[in-house]
């Protein structure tokens, strides 16, 4: 176990590297975005959240990024496809829990097996959804001070237009 100890007298205990080796390949990124998420505010003081963080980037790097290369490396298909499938399924979710494994899958769209090659594409892809959600909500935000400027006569009617059909635009391909 690794142990942080809070300034209150208690203390944070989480899993030590070792083993976590011994978990599923994903495991490890699942668990560093819960706790990134769920967990890391309610440790009190920042001091304690930063040293948290930084065991927690260890991890990825030690044991989460390893593991994942090692599963998606494997001459043996069924264990690769179940990973993939399951690697599938959090960049449907939660795309940013894999960004590390990003250039790994970028390799296995050349892979021979089809259902592979399917798998890391469709995983890709849900990455390039998820570029577009967050360009999109950019477009939002910038949309609403447009608007705002617009009403105020700040800019012409067919510079907003042009910025309204644009994330129109992006709407749909984003919903599509």
Request: a positive charge.
């Amino acid at each position: 176990m690794r142990i942080f100890n809070k300034k209150d007298g208690g203390i944070i205990q989480l899993i030590d590297k070792e083993k976590m080796m011994e978990w599923p390949p994903e495991l490890p990124l699942i668990f560093i975005e819960y706790i990134r998420n769920e967990k890391l505010k309610n440790y009190g003081s920042k001091a304690v959240q930063n040293e948290v963080n930084k065991y927690l980037d260890e991890v990825i790097k030690d044991v989460a990024i390893p593991l994942m290369a090692q599963g998606l490396e494997t001459n043996e298909t069924e264990k690769k496809i179940a990973l993939l499938e399951r690697i599938e399924e959090i960049t449907r979710k939660k795309t940013d829990m894999a960004k590390p494994v990003k250039p790994y899958l970028e390799k296995l769209t050349n892979d021979k097996n089809s259902k592979v090659k399917q798998l890391a594409e469709k995983s890709l892809n849900n990455f390039a959804k998820a570029a577009k959600r967050k360009k999109l909500e950019e477009m939002r935000k910038k949309m609403k001070q447009l608007e705002k400027d617009w009403l105020a006569d700040k800019v012409t009617d067919e510079q907003y237009a042009s910025e309204r059909k644009k994330l129109l635009k992006l709407q749909e391909e984003v919903n599509a």
